[in-house]
T-cell receptor, first 110, second 114 residues
Framework: QKEVEQDPGPLSVPEGAIVSLNCTYS??????FMWYRQYSRKGPELLMY????GNKEDGRFTAQVDKSSKYISLFIRDSQPSDSATYLC??????????FGQGTRLTINP | DAEITQSPRHKITETGRQVTLACHQT?????MFWYRQDLGHGLRLIHY???????NKGEVSDGYSVSRSNTEDLPLTLESAASSQTSVYFC?????????????FGPGTRLTVL
């Protein structure tokens, strides 16, 4: 079993829809949780970062962490075609290296 | 502006050849990482370095090596390329420390081993 599991999709939704992306993990020592966005043929870039449990909002994006369930989510409100990308969750324990999920390929249809 | 670059961007080689992929960053980051990305597997860590002369194996290090002689560069060498090493390779760098979570990724190198 992988340390971090993420549904690879693909996920296709109409413009304006609310998108929910999720990851589960098995290592209870993970403290730092991140979402990276990767456009086609580009390197990933950090989208959001959360420490421990709770919510964090940045514009149309909300990241949630539920450590009791070992479950993290990224919500995208009022989705736009420019949000079409692969979204990777990543997490780590202290100063340790990042562990990535498989990535979910998202397409927003105009 | 600081950046991280990779070269070449595309490479085709033959089985058994030695291949070196270059990674150069001007962020002055201590930490550097090499990943490979394959469909269904996401990003998998090959090797990483926390500073000059420091190198460590990741989860898929067999057949790969790295060396860190300065802060800016972490070249990745495939000693004897195999078809299973056909992949997209990403280099990343980060400032390090428990509160530093952002890794800056290069544009990737698409490697094909025939």
């Amino acid at each position: 079993q992988k340390e971090v599991e993420q549904d690879p999709g693909p996920l296709s939704v109409p413009e304006g829809a609310i998108v929910s992306l999720n990851c589960t993990y098995s290592n209870s020592a993970f403290q730092y949780f991140m979402w990276y966005r990767q456009y086609s043929r580009k390197g990933p870039e950090l989208l959001m970062y959360t420490y421990s449990s709770g919510n964090k909002e940045d514009g149309r994006f909300t990241a949630q962490v539920d450590k009791s369930s070992k479950y993290i989510s990224l919500f995208i409100r009022d989705s736009q075609p420019s949000d079409s990308a692969t979204y990777l969750c990543a997490m780590k324990e202290g100063a340790q290296k990042l562990v990535f999920g498989q990535g979910t390929r998202l397409t927003i249809n105009p | 502006d600081a950046e991280i670059t990779q070269s070449p961007r595309h490479k085709i080689t033959e089985t058994g050849r030695q291949v070196t992929l270059a990674c150069h960053q001007t962020w002055n980051h201590n930490n550097m990482f090499w990943y490979r990305q394959d469909l269904g597997h996401g990003l998998r860590l090959i090797h990483y370095s926390y500073g000059v002369q420091d190198t460590n194996k990741g989860e898929v290090s067999d057949g790969y090596s790295v060396s860190r002689s300065n802060t800016e560069d972490l070249p990745l060498t495939l000693e004897s390329a195999a078809s299973s090493q056909t992949s997209v390779y990403f280099c990343a760098s980060g400032a390090g420390g428990p509160s530093s979570n952002e890794q800056f990724f290069g544009p990737g190198t698409r490697l094909t081993v025939l």
